[in-house]
């Protein structure tokens, strides 16, 4: 209507009709989501339990155990001997 009394460019025009139509694309998605709000949330628990046997460990979790025993030894300090790698007499063999 307003092209048509020469107040908005052909430009301008094309610009206002592109963003009306998309306007209007979007209102069923917003009625869409509106829908959905006012239904409550459903929940489904439908994973399967895991398995706790305490009888069975799991390769991954002894070797772990074996890993942190490991760790635990290397960790521990060695008391020392007195020798420090050295002599005191450099002529006489190790």
Not at 15 to 24: A, D, K, N, P, W
Not at 25 to 42: F, K, N, S, V, W
Not at 58 to 83: C, I, K
């Amino acid at each position: 209507m307003l092209l048509v009394q020469n107040r908005v460019s052909t430009r301008r025009a094309a610009v206002l009709t592109y963003l009306g139509q998309t306007l209007l694309r979007t209102l069923p998605a917003i009625e869409g989501e509106l829908d959905r709000l006012d239904q409550p949330q459903q929940f489904i628990f439908d994973l399967p339990r895991p398995k706790r046997d305490d009888d069975v460990i799991s390769p991954e979790r002894d070797f772990v155990n074996r890993m942190s025993e490991l760790a635990t030894r290397a960790a521990t300090p060695v008391a020392p001997d007195g020798y420090d790698g050295y002599t005191s007499n450099p002529d006489k063999p190790k």
